[in-house]
Nanobody, 121 residues
Framework: QVQLVESGGGLVQAGDSLRLSCAAS????????IGWFRQTPGKEREFVAA???????TYYDSVKGRFTISRDNTPNTVYLQMNSLKPEDTAVYYC???????????????WGQGTPVTVSS
């Protein structure tokens, strides 16, 4: 069992930065890939970034070079540093845990409640 809690969202201007946190409880956190997805109204959840238990990361093309995912297994937290934010980054951001393919939403076993990010132009 893994419980995930996101934080760090907010309202910023284009070009600003935010750091999202995904705090986890549960014994299997350190063995799982943790991913960030985002969702806007009327659209499906979209992959953003993920980090494996060994620390290797993968990113959606539109955030490469702007977002950085990292993890600290003590405490059990994954971070998403978001720089040079754009209005199109506006969404609710969710973190999830999986043992499987990091880019496939349906393969995630656990999700947090989400944290909203709004980027004004």
């Amino acid at each position: 069992q893994v419980q995930l809690v996101e934080s760090g969202g907010g309202l910023v201007q284009a070009g600003d930065s935010l750091r999202l946190s995904c705090a986890a409880s549960g014994r299997t956190f350190s063995t799982r890939t943790i991913g960030w997805f985002r969702q806007t109204p009327g659209k499906e959840r979209e992959f953003v970034a993920a980090i494996s238990r060994s620390g290797s990361s993968t990113y959606y093309d539109s955030v490469k070079g702007r977002f950085t995912i990292s993890r600290d297994n003590t405490p059990n937290t994954v971070y998403l540093q978001m720089n040079s934010l754009k209005p199109e980054d506006t969404a609710v951001y969710y973190c999830g845990a999986t043992y499987s393919s990091p880019r496939v939403e349906r393969l995630y076993d656990y999700w947090g409640q989400g944290t909203p990010v709004t980027v004004s132009s």
